[in-house]
């Protein structure tokens, strides 16, 4: 029999911490990951046959909840045709098309096979388009694992290029700039300091890396005005909320044009595809139009297409983004409500099929806010839900997402799991 205990210890002998990526390992909340079996609609089964409520859903790819039967259809049509050509396919084109159609500031795109590939590119492509090196990035965002990209906020307001992991050379990260998320001060005095040397703003438009962090609209303002005057180009990073927050993703909300989008998740379906794309004048400087050079033996996958295909097929219908908001604007109440009926700090919001749940009294808006709420009381919360059989994010610092499948009986057994979790932390 597999246990989960001894499953994680096997891990150990041949993969570093036992997983194959970090955040699995439950290393901010202690204790041993679960090891998940199968999934269906919105709950998964653990190794030992437990079931749980899921509330990570791959980290944001399932909108639609697990093995959905028509992304499922999907997938085992095209691969019964062959899993992989590194040839031009019409099913591909079919997507291009569509993700044209769905998010008007992308005039072209480009596939890929992760949320990383596609920021990198979409850096390396602003680059080579304006000829110029600096990168702004803020505080708390993440946007994949590429050298420049790994860069911590150092003490003070702006700070230069300190890489956040072992092996990052000071030199890939010394032209990325960082600053504090909604500060539009600092934004405007770099722009007025060296807005002429820089290529590109990345920015989640809503962030869900540091937990959710909503933008100021006069940050979001701020990113395009300055961008624009200073002829630098704005990446808008909805690998985590396009097509999550809403049809045409937080710019769709912001009523932004950005200049280049990444998007990944839920594009793919649960599949590994990610996506950049936008002005077609910028795009036409990716190879083999242009010089800059950005390429993947897998890229745009028949199997990983027909996923996303699907997914974006049942996103279009009506009503669909309306009941995910509601149902995940319900949990966000749901679990405040519980929380102050035994006197807990706690806040919670929700964008979308999008939420953070916070311990600290209202939701934070910048790295600086999220790192003061009661990480302790966090930790202690997660693993009692988990005993309860409702799976959220392993860390105080990840949003959580809802798919269509959370059925209202999935939010009231949540809430009762969470009266009960609430009234057991309060007595500690
Ligand atoms: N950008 C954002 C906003 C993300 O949330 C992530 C992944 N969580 C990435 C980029 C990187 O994507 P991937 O893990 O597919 O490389």
Redesign the pocket.
């Known amino acids: 029999m597999t246990s989960n205990d001894g499953l994680f210890e096997r891990a150990c002998h041949h993969i570093p911490g036992g997983v194959n990526?970090p955040v699995r390992a439950f290393g901010s909340v202690g204790g041993i990951p679960r090891f998940l079996e199968r999934g269906a609609g919105a709950h998964v089964w653990d190794v030992d046959g437990k079931r749980y409520i899921d509330y990570v859903g791959s980290?944001?790819p399932l909108i639609l909840g697990h093995a959905h039967p028509a992304v499922l259809e999907a997938v085992t049509r095209a691969a019964r045709n062959g899993l992989s050509f590194g040839a031009p396919t019409a099913a591909e084109v079919e997507l291009a098309d569509l993700l044209c159609q769905r998010m008007p500031s992308m005039q072209q795109v480009r596939l890929v096979s992760?949320?990383?590939?596609?920021?990198m590119s979409a850096i390396r492509l602003a680059r080579g388009y304006t000829g110029r090196d600096k990168l702004v990035k803020f505080e708390g965002?993440?946007?994949?694992?590429a050298d420049a990209l790994l860069v911590k906020a150092g003490s003070g307001l702006l700070t230069f290029g300190n890489p956040s992991s072992a092996g990052v050379p000071a030199g890939a990260a010394a032209d990325t700039l960082v600053l504090p998320y909604n500060d539009v001060d600092a934004l405007q005095t770099l722009f007025a300091q060296q807005g002429d040397r820089i290529a590109a703003i990345i920015v989640?438009p809503i962030a869900?890396?540091m937990n959710l962090v909503q933008p100021s609209p006069a940050f979001v303002n701020a990113l395009r005005t300055l961008s624009q005057a200073h002829g630098s180009l704005l990446i808008y990073?909805?690998?985590?909320?396009g097509f999550r927050v809403g049809p045409q993703g937080a710019q769709g909300l912001h009523g932004i044009q950005p200049d280049l989008t990444?998007l990944?998740?839920v594009v793919g379906g649960g599949m590994p595809l990610?996506a950049f794309g936008g002005r077609a004048d910028v795009m036409a400087k990716l190879a083999p139009l242009g010089p800059v050079y950005q390429a993947g033996t897998l890229s745009g996958n028949p199997v990983a297409v027909a996923a996303g295909l699907a997914t974006l097929n049942e996103i279009a219908a009506p009503g669909f983004f309306e009941t995910l908001g509601r149902q995940t604007t319900a949990l966000a109440q749901g679990l405040c409500d519980a929380a102050n009926a035994n006197g807990t700090v706690f806040s919670a919001q929700a964008v979308g099929g999008m939420f953070g749940i916070y311990f600290s009294p209202h939701p934070p808006t910048s790295y600086g806010e999220v790192m003061n709420s009661d990480r302790a009381a966090f930790n202690a919360f997660f693993h009692a839900m988990l005993e309860e059989g409702v799976y959220f994010a392993p860390s105080a610092f990840e949003a959580g997402f809802v798919s269509c499948q959370h059925s209202a009986e999935d939010l009231e057994a949540t809430f009762a799991a969470a009266r009960k979790v609430f009234a057991q932390i309060a007595l500690n």
């Open positions: 990526s980290w944001g992760s949320g990383t590939e596609a920021t965002c993440y946007h994949g694992h989640e869900g890396n990073d909805e690998v985590m909320t990444c990944g998740k990610a």
